[in-house]
């Protein structure tokens, strides 16, 4: 089996995929009684999602409109803390319509936009142009010419994060000082993901290196933040799983596998569907299939 992420540098030390092991007692978190196995299986996920909402200023005591790109398990997460915390609008954008089709039929997000399977730019100009391009497409279908006040990027794909960044939104900007009634305003049409003074939140792992339209975010102060992981989220995390505010939370589990198939659970997770054609979004592996 290979690893991935932080786990892929030898030597490994021994993985938690195991029937016991333990820990001290400082590093763990008693599940609340309305918390079942499985729920509890998505605090670590949900944890990554309470970190960027923290950095990005997402609560429920500042309702905000949110765009969430990708909708695999982290973006139905992300989609479904927007909604908890009081979010006013939760839409999505991926490629992929059974995805899309199954956040909206499960109530994560209230509209959703599949992107066109994008060609491989032949150089950086075009790339920016398209996603201009799609990124007004998207706003027109969301009847959101403002954009949005948070953005949660979690496909970690260029394009995407480019769709994020680099668009505007059709603006108007008039000086007192010069405005004159009888004068015919010439509005200029600009597109954006995210408003001017919104935040693009970069969850998604992709590339090291990325081009971004620098520029334009700087002109309308538009806060490109990293987050990465997660730290003291634990505890909220379990309160929010049990507190049943997260409708439909465990419809993200589609695969069960016992203990002795994780060698395959891993490879459906690769593959992205089953041997049957349906989609696989997150797998549990310790529970009975």
């Known amino acids: 089996m290979r690893f991935c992420s932080s786990a892929k540098t030898f030597p490994h030390s021994d993985g938690t995929l195991q029937d016991r092991m333990n820990h001290p007692a ?18 670590e996920p949900l944890s990554v999602l309470l970190h960027a909402a923290r950095r990005a200023d997402l609560s429920p005591s500042s309702p905000s409109t949110v765009l969430v790109f990708g909708v695999g398990a982290i973006g139905l997460l992300a989609c479904a803390l927007a909604k908890s915390y009081g979010a006013s ?18 109530g994560f997000a209230q509209q959703v936009y599949c992107l066109p399977v994008p060609d491989k730019a032949k150089t950086t100009e075009e790339q920016l ?10 706003l027109a279908e969301f009847d959101m010419p403002d954009g949005f006040d948070i953005v949660f990027e979690c496909t970690g794909a260029e394009p995407c994060i480019q769709m994020a960044i680099h668009v505007r ?8 000082r010069n ?47 990293g987050t990465f992981r997660y730290a003291n989220t634990y505890p909220t995390a379990l309160a929010l ?15 069960r596998f016992p203990l002795s198939q994780s060698a395959h659970a891993f490879d459906l997770m690769g593959k992205g569907r089953d041997d049957d054609g349906r989609m696989v979004l997150k797998v549990v592996v ?3 299939p």
């Open 26 to 43: 400082h590093v763990l978190h008693p599940l609340p009684d309305s918390c079942s196995f499985e729920q509890a299986a998505l605090a």
């Open 89 to 106: 609008r939760v839409v999505a954008i991926d490629i992929n319509r059974a995805r899309l089709d199954f956040a909206l039929q499960q």
């Open 129 to 138: 142009r398209r996603a201009k391009e799609n990124a007004a497409a998207a």
């Open 169 to 176: 939104r059709f603006s108007l900007r008039v000086s007192a």
């Open 179 to 225: 405005f004159n009634a009888d004068t015919p305003l010439r509005l200029r049409p600009v597109s954006q993901a995210a408003v001017t003074g919104g935040k693009v939140m970069l969850v998604g792992m992709g590339s090291r290196n990325v081009t971004l339209p620098i520029s334009a975010a700087a002109t309308r102060e538009v806060d490109i933040q």
């Open 241 to 255: 799983l049990a507190s049943g505010k997260l409708p439909n939370i465990e419809s993200i589990i589609s695969h």
């Open 286 to 288: 310790g529970s009975q």
